[in-house]
């Protein structure tokens, strides 16, 4: 019995062994890992991020790829657990020997991964909001993690900053699910924002993962009557506090993260009509004439249109790596790493256009984003493109 | 007549009944006594269908089948060691409870004037949850419970439990009269003589077998089983 | 905003009740802890969504529809693994594992067949809100409130007016007693789960209606634990009062003290019920069954 499980175990070391060899001897294709959320509530996202990845991808590849070589991309899943993505991220530099890694915009996950990252020393361009991402603490920056949308921080202030200057309100509240580093991290800033420039946020309001009733919490948000709520939580879960919100008579014009402008939000809200006057932040406009080219490009390879924000992550995130790859000369991690900090001036389709890190935070410098409304008619209009 | 044929009952490596035959016959009292452990509520259970058995079990010459509401619906009725009444019912609903086989709304209104002209304590506590009952009342209710499916056979098992002589002196005279209203009955007993006495055949059950059988008055006068069972009588 | 909060709390706890209420149906009879029963309220939530949404049925009707389906499977379970478990002799141990194995593995199913994502209902149903005075109270949670009435209306007439609940209470006494008296205990045990599965459906359907229907929509039968033991295992009206009294205390405790502490403040309770009043808040000592 134990023989037999003996010489099992040696015939699958051996295979894993060839297979290893497999890879590694294609030394002509350059391999760059991506990690996603294929499966589970935000599965639309991370299926349209590989898309969009392996359009780059392809048109690098097609115009004879970076260095004279072939890109290779390799997509796993990592199962909604930051477990799986640190797991999925071994398996990337040790088994398929990835030189670069792109994903994910799940901040739980990536702040799993970046220790490790630290130890394996192959970069991480991530979406990944939450600062403590690519800056742990104050003065220290993760070596091998970048961020290429503007960070919670400035996603949270630029929403507080449209509130007041631009909405004219004087009162907030913050509903926040303390278990996602991506709302904590969005409020905590738009919180200190608000307060700090004339404001008063009333109620801040923390809820424990997984709940699904906030009428308790918002009975008592709509007791302190303010101007808006801010509700930086993913899109299933802030579409039932609208709806709850609403069942409840409070009237306050509601805020939100870059996760609400997908179908799944206005779902979850119950209808249009629900949604209708919620602003929320997005990197990219989709009916920008400077995108025209590529969604129709995007539609024609998949035959579906582009519905999420995630699309522009992986294409965008390719264009990067491929420039920090002409740049290093050399397709090793180190040296890419060393361009990825340096990036400049990098054309992508986000924002106003192009991107620029800064070497100190691994954040972009001076990234722009949009603010939309939800119109009663189920579209979303932009209102304002804001800096920082 | 209930007829018994090599019927064995197993616990997994405990063998509580071997090869046992009896009979009852029809319209009298049989008493079947035994010490701790001989093996007689498994006997009592096998009959109801409540226990697996191998061998035979019939009842006025039909096999029984194994399965306990058809077993009731042939007319045999078992009151449980420890009378086992609903303590979560009312005394009223325990007896329709008992009635659960012919659910009928006259039967089970001349039944249970039946049981209450028996045991008239009954009526009196109709509407009281059976748990707040005493020792002697719960026994009454146990058997009043045990008459209402109409048995012609009642098989009952250690009614003087926990009552006192002269309690158990008036329940067995309440057998006797359910008895002579027609009802078969197989009476299993720790107090001996007493069920002796009114039973007209008793057998005698030791490590699962049948070891002794006769009528009330041969094994009363019987010396072994005056010195392995009657010893202790009235000490209950 | 003290009287919103207690509407607000009154309205989880209708829910509570009733998936108590279910819980403890099959607690009583078989001495088990049941969580099959979450299967059934996500199955009854995902039923009357699919029969909604693609045979494009009024909501009602999905939900009728869905409470038979739960009930028969919560039947088909019972068939499945507590009969067979049960003729082998097997402890309740094992049933208790067979049915945390049905629960993950209904979830299990429902989270790759819904790609984990949260869905609501095609037609508005019970939506809105209307006012008493400063009261919001939206009509789904009025909605549930009057159904979870009428159920244990129906309920209470079933165990106490007709021969399967006679039947049913019988059995939750003694298994052995109530086969004596000619009861078909197989048959009983299955309309026990059938009675328990429809109320998991009502409830998984209810719940999907009022937030949105999501694979771990099930997870609401510990609620249900809760509540049974709060109000005394195998104490339907305690199961009732728990249901209603943890409802309360969640949202009160979520208003007016932190509500991300609010889990760990109910589970703190139930340790304190378990301490001071092991039979529940409802139950009375055991009584000897003899
Ligand atoms: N469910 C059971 N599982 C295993 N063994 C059992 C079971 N029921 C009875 N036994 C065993 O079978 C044997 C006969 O038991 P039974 O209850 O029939 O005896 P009894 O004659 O009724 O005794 P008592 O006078 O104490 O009631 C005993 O050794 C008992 O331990
Ligand atoms: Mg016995």
Redesign the pocket.
């Known amino acids: 019995m134990l023989r037999r499980a003996a010489s099992i175990l040696a015939i699958s070391a051996l295979v894993l062994l060839v297979a290893g060899m497999g890879i590694s001897a294609q030394a002509d294709v350059i391999v760059i890992g991506e990690i996603a959320a294929l499966t589970g509530p935000t599965a639309q996202q991370g299926l349209q991020e590989r898309n969009g990845a392996v359009l780059a991808v392809e048109e690098i590849n097609a115009a004879g790829g970076v260095l004279g070589k072939q890109i290779k991309l390799i997509t796993y899943d990592f199962k909604g657990q930051p477990a799986e993505g640190v797991s999925v991220y071994r398996k990337l530099v040790q088994q398929d020997k990835a030189v670069v890694i792109v994903g994910t915009n799940f901040s739980n996950v990536n702040l799993a991964m970046a220790p490790v990252a630290e130890q394996l020393k192959v970069p991480v361009l991530s979406n990944a909001m939450e600062p403590a991402v690519t800056t742990p603490e104050p003065g220290k920056v993760n070596k091998y993690h970048f961020l290429a949308q503007p960070s919670s921080i400035e996603q949270g202030a630029i929403v507080a900053r449209y509130a007041l200057d631009e909405l004219k309100f004087k009162t907030a509240a913050c509903l926040v699910n303390k278990g996602n580093s991506f709302a904590t991290s969005q409020a905590e800033a738009f919180r200190d924002y608000f307060n700090a420039n004339g404001g008063k946020v009333l109620d801040y309001i923390e809820v424990p993962a997984g709940a699904v009733d906030f009428k308790a919490q918002l009975t008592k948000i709509k007791a302190s009557n303010p101007d808006c709520i801010y509700i930086p939580q993913y899109a299933q879960e802030a579409g039932l506090q609208v709806k709850q919100a609403r069942e409840l008579g409070i009237t306050a014009v509601v805020l939100g993260a870059n996760t609400l402008g997908v179908p799944p939000f206005v779902e979850a809200a119950g209808s249009n009509a629900i949604v209708a006057g919620t602003y929320f932040i997005n990197n990219v406009h989709f009916g920008d004439p400077r995108l025209a080219d590529f969604m129709a490009r995007y539609e024609k390879r998949y035959g579906e249109p582009v519905i999420t924000t995630n699309v522009f992550f992986g294409y965008d995130n390719v264009y990067i790596i491929k420039a920090a790859i002409e740049k290093a000369g050399v397709a090793e991690p180190e040296a890419i790493r060393t361009a990825l900090e340096n990036t400049k001036d990098v054309k992508i389709l986000q924002g106003a256009g192009t991107i620029t890190l800064d070497p100190n935070t691994h954040r972009p410098v001076d990234m722009p984003a949009w603010i939309f409304k939800w119109e009663a008619d189920g579209t979303t209009v932009p209102m304002t493109l804001m800096y920082p | 007549m209930l007829e018994l044929k090599k019927v064995n009952v197993r ?2 490596a ?1 063998q ?1 009944l071997k090869d046992v035959n009896l009979r009852v016959e029809r319209q009298t009292i049989v008493a079947l006594i ?1 010490a ?7 006997l009592l259970n096998a009959v109801s269908g409540i226990v697996p058995y191998t061998g035979e079990i019939s009842w006025n010459g039909k096999l029984l089948p194994h399965h306990p509401p058809a077993i009731v619906r042939a007319g045999v009725a078992q009151v449980p ?1 420890g009378r086992q009444v609903f303590s979560n019912l009312t005394v009223y609903e325990n007896l329709l409870a008992g009635a659960y086989v012919n659910w009928s709304k006259q039967r089970i209104e001349k039944n249970i004037e039946r049981v209450f002209s028996l045991f008239p304590r009954l009526k009196e506590r109709a509407s009281q949850s059976a748990g707040t009952m005493s020792g002697g009342e719960r026994q009454m209710l146990a058997i009043g419970r045990g008459l209402m499916s109409e048995p012609s056979l009642l098989l009952i098992d ?1 009614p003087s439990l926990g009552l006192s002589p002269i309690l158990t002196t008036e329940v067995l005279a309440l057998i006797q009269q359910v008895n002579e209203q027609g009802v078969t009955v197989l009476l299993v007993e ?1 107090n001996a003589r007493k069920s002796l006495e009114i039973a007209h055949r008793g057998y005698v ?1 030791q490590n699962g077998k049948v070891v002794m059988e006769g009528t009330g008055r041969e094994l009363l006068n019987d010396p072994a089983i005056q010195e392995a069972y009657l010893g202790v009588s009235g000490c209950a | 905003m003290l009287f919103q909060q207690i509407v607000n709390g009154i309205s989880v706890g209708s829910m509570y009740a009733l998936l108590a209420v279910g819980f403890s149906l099959v607690y009583n009879i078989l001495g088990i802890a049941n969580f099959s029963h979450g299967a059934m309220i996500a199955l009854g939530a995902f039923f009357s969504y699919w029969i909604a949404r693609y045979l494009a049925v009024p909501v009602p009707v999905a939900i009728l529809a869905s409470i038979a389906f739960t009930g028969l499977s919560s039947a088909l379970v019972e068939l499945v693994t507590l009969r067979i478990l049960r003729k082998r002799g097997q402890g309740s141990l094992y049933f208790f594992i067979a049915s945390l194995t049905v629960f993950n593995l209904v979830t299990a199913v429902l989270v790759y067949i819904s790609r984990g994502n949260i869905v609501s209902y095609p037609r508005a149903f019970l939506s809105g809100t209307f006012t008493i005075g400063n009261l919001y109270i939206p009509w789904i949670d009025a909605g549930m409130l009057l159904i979870s009435i009428v159920c244990l209306a129906v309920l209470s007439y079933v165990m106490f007016k007709t021969r399967f609940g006679l039947a049913v209470r019988a059995a939750s006494f003694s298994i052995k007693a109530a086969q004596l008296m000619g009861m078909d205990i197989d048959a009983i045990i299955q309309g026990v789960f059938f009675v328990s599965g429809t109320l998991a459906g009502v409830t998984g359907a209810l719940l999907g209606v009022k937030y949105a229907v999501y694979p771990y929509i099930g997870n609401f039968v510990y609620m249900a634990l809760f509540a049974c033991v709060v109000g005394g295992l195998g104490n339907l009206t305690g199961a009732v009062l728990g249901g209603l009294l943890i409802g309360l205390l969640e949202t009160l405790v979520s208003a007016y003290i932190s509500s991300a502490i609010s889990p760990a403040l109910t589970f703190a309770f139930l340790v304190v019920i378990l301490l001071l009043r092991p039979q529940g808040l409802a139950g009375r000592a055991t009584e000897e069954k003899i």
């Not at chain 2, 701790?36 to 498994?42: D, I, L, R, V, Y």
């Open positions: 616990y997994g405990i509580a035994g701790n452990g001989a093996g007689k509520s498994s060691e250690e720790q059950l």
